[in-house]
């Protein structure tokens, strides 16, 4: 049994992935658009939509999970802009609206990582929980949280990758956000440890010193989350989360940071604390459906 069709667009950084679906086992046609220029790109996936409903069928709503930082505030004028990426040619762009005018039907707008989790909490690793957390450790960092089955937003939306984290004693490294330098994102994403190392992230071996100081910091992104904002379960994907061992050692350096100092049952098996996501590719995409079939419900 599907829900009903739902448009779906992934936006990043370097591709767009648009499709229409259902559910999980219900992913009737999907497409990857590079994201070039934003008129280039827009209008690709405007084609994309309108002969993909020709040809699958009317989509009941449309639903975006982008890259940001992005206004997902719907009483504001500019809901649905792209705000202040520093990807060139995208600041101020006006995603949603030539989407939403193409296919005309309901929308919702939010970011890549709160799809994610949206996805993994309805289908996937967190199914059925009501308090989740999602990084995702790739080019950048981004993280999402639920709490009581509500995608945390406030003034703006969670900005994870961006906190600050004492530095692992040995670390040296300036850092690589173009804004803080040695923030989580300039300490942990897959670019600053290329550039920590001088080497990709992938070149790496599982006895490289640099993963002890990654767990060390993706770590003690959990334990702030577990002390803001108390999570079920913190799944953590993206590029660099592909080195599997890395999850033994993050589990073991929380449970050291956390010194026996909170004591929820969820805490007591780590390995079923810290997971990769369930979903794989997939979690933002279905995010999108399940966020889409929520609008319609709601
Ligand atoms: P994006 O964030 O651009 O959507 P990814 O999540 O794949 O895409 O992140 C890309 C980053 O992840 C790159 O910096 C790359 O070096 C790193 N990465 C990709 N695959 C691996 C891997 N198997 N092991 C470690 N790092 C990886
Ligand atoms: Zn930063």
Not at 109 to 126: K, Y
Not at 137 to 153: E, P
Request: aromatic content about 6%.
């Amino acid at each position: 049994m599907h829900g009903p069709l739902i448009a779906t667009l992934e936006s990043g950084g370097t591709k767009m992935v648009a499709a229409l679906a259902s559910g999980p086992d219900d992913i009737l046609v999907r497409e990857r658009i590079p994201t070039t220029a934003p008129k280039e790109t827009i209008s690709a996936l405007v084609n994309f939509f309108t002969q993909a409903s020709s040809q699958f069928g009317q989509p009941e709503a449309l639903a975006i999970g982008t890259f940001g930082p992005a206004d997902l505030n719907p009483d504001s004028p500019t809901y649905g802009h792209i705000t202040t990426t520093p990807k060139p040619g995208w600041s101020h762009t006006n995603l949603l609206g030539p989407l939403q005018k193409a296919l005309d039907v309901p929308a919702i707008f939010d970011t890549d990582v709160d799809a994610a989790l949206f996805g993994e909490v309805t289908w996937g690793a967190a199914k059925g929980l009501k308090n989740a957390a999602y990084f995702t450790i790739g080019t950048g960092i981004g993280g999402a949280v639920m709490i009581n089955g509500h995608l945390i937003h406030g003034a703006g939306h969670p900005e994870m990758g961006h906190m600050r984290l004492k530095r692992h004693a040995v670390d040296h490294f300036e850092g690589h956000c173009p804004f803080h330098k040695d923030c989580l994102e300039g300490l942990a994403s897959g670019p600053a440890i290329q550039n920590r190392w001088q080497s990709p992230a992938e070149d790496l071996a599982p006895d490289h010193a640099a993963w002890n100081i990654q767990a060390d910091y993706l770590a003690q992104a959990c334990l702030n989350v577990l002390m803001i904002a108390p999570p079920q379960k913190i799944i953590l994907g993206g590029g660099v989360m592909h080195q599997a061992h890395l999850f033994p050692l993050v589990r073991e350096r929380l449970t050291d940071l956390l010194q026996d100092y909170l004591s929820y049952p969820e805490l007591e098996d780590m390995d079923d604390f810290i997971v990769p996501p369930a979903l794989g590719d997939n979690a933002g995409l279905l995010g999108c459906v399940a966020l889409g079939q929520r609008l319609l419900r709601d």
